[in-house]
């Protein structure tokens, strides 16, 4: 079964950095989406950033000019530069992949498999 594994998570004060990381276990695909997202307390989980194998990124409204999603292909790990940390961003990110799959989509319903999540808190 594939399995994702998420790591880098942690408390910073607000204009911090974090790098998260997902390694990616049980598969390997020359084409796949895969995706960041996050969930706050008493909120929606949203995408936060997403990308695919042939170049494609997006971003969400709220993270753009702060965040960077990147990729070591070779490794298969996925991950996310957080930089300029708002409390806002504070949350439980999750590390998403869709094997086999191109577009560089913010959907949870555009990816079939999660990782458990590492929380990002982010103090003012």
């Known amino acids: 079964q594939v399995q994702l594994v998420e790591s880098g998570g942690g408390s910073v004060q607000a204009g911090g950095s974090l790098r998260l990381s997902c390694a990616v276990f049980?598969?390997?695909?020359?084409?796949?989406?895969m995706g960041w997202f996050r969930q706050a307390p008493g909120k929606e989980r949203e995408g936060v950033a997403s990308l695919d194998s042939v170049g494609s990124t997006s971003y969400a409204d709220s993270v753009k000019g702060r965040f960077t999603i990147s990729e070591d292909s070779t490794k298969n790990i996925l991950y996310l530069q957080m930089d300029s940390l708002k409390p806002e961003d504070t949350a439980m990110y999750y590390c998403?992949?869709?094997?086999?799959?191109?577009?560089?989509?913010?959907?949870?319903?555009?990816?079939?498999?999660w990782g458990q999540g590492t929380q990002v808190t982010v103090s003012s």
């Open positions: 049980g598969y390997t695909s020359s084409r796949y989406r």
């Open positions: 998403a992949a869709a094997p086999g799959a191109l577009g560089a989509l913010l959907r949870r319903s555009n990816f079939l498999y």
